[in-house]
């Protein structure tokens, strides 16, 4: 049996894989847009000593609302492309909110 409290619970425990093309050295922090599966950001760090990775993860957060700390990089470190664990959001959050933001 599903309460408020379980279904509530879930979905903070719920885990998003997402598939993500970082551009480094741009001119400024931005959202592409959707390439096919994946989720092209611009970001102005440069890539070197991760520089670019925790900028990637400082702007999805604050374009998602979330913490930091609720974005793992799970693979692609050293690559443009890069896959992303999202906690405490589900997929179809992650997309509103995401187009949400390129709305306004």
Known sequence: MFTAESSEADVRMEKVVL?????PRSSQN???GWQDDVLAV????????????KACIEF???QLGVKKSQIALVFGAASRNKV????GL???D??????ERSDS
């Open 19 to 23: 598939r993500v093309r970082v551009k």
């Open 30 to 32: 931005q959202i592409v």
């Open 42 to 53: 611009k970001v102005t760090a440069p890539p070197v000593e991760g520089a670019a990775n």
């Open 60 to 62: 999805l957060a604050d």
């Open 84 to 87: 992303l664990e999202i906690t």
């Open 90 to 92: 589900s997929r179809e």
């Open 94 to 99: 992650i997309c509103r909110r995401l187009a």
